[in-house]
Nanobody
Framework: QVHLVESGGDSVQAGDSLRLSCVGSERSFSDHAVGWFRQAPGGERVFVST????????YYSNSVKGRFTISRDNTKNAVYLQMNSLKPEDTAAYYC?????????????????WGRGTQVTVSS
């Protein structure tokens, strides 16, 4: 069992930046692929970005490509999501997810563990 804790969410203005963090409870967190997902009010949880165990493979949704950057520091059991040029449509609860088996976590069905989320609100 891996417990994931997200942090870094905030209320910001359009154009601002935020960095979200996801910290895993176990040293084995480095053996997991990790993904970020988001869920707007009334909407489904959708893929944002994912990173492989060794950081060599990274994917982004088209809506965030070029603005968001995912990274990880396995010495700290942490995965980060740097979000630049934020837009009102980025407003959502952001969740991190981990997979024991997949190379990456590209959809909700591939996740074995979830955090409780952190809220990002972007106003225009």
């Amino acid at each position: 069992q891996v417990h994931l804790v997200e942090s870094g969410g905030d209320s910001v203005q359009a154009g601002d930046s935020l960095r979200l963090s996801c910290v895993g409870s176990e040293r084995s967190f480095s053996d997991h692929a990790v993904g970020w997902f988001r869920q707007a009010p009334g909407g489904e949880r959708v893929f944002v970005s994912t990173i492989s165990r060794d950081s060599r493979t990274k994917y982004y949704s088209n809506s965030v490509k070029g603005r968001f950057t995912i990274s990880r520091d396995n010495t700290k059991n942490a995965v980060y999501l740097q979000m630049n040029s934020l837009k009102p449509e980025d407003t959502a609860a952001y969740y991190c997810a981990a997979s024991m088996w997949g190379t990456t976590v590209n959809n909700v069905h591939e996740a074995d563990f979830w955090g409780r989320g952190t809220q990002v609100t972007v106003s225009s």
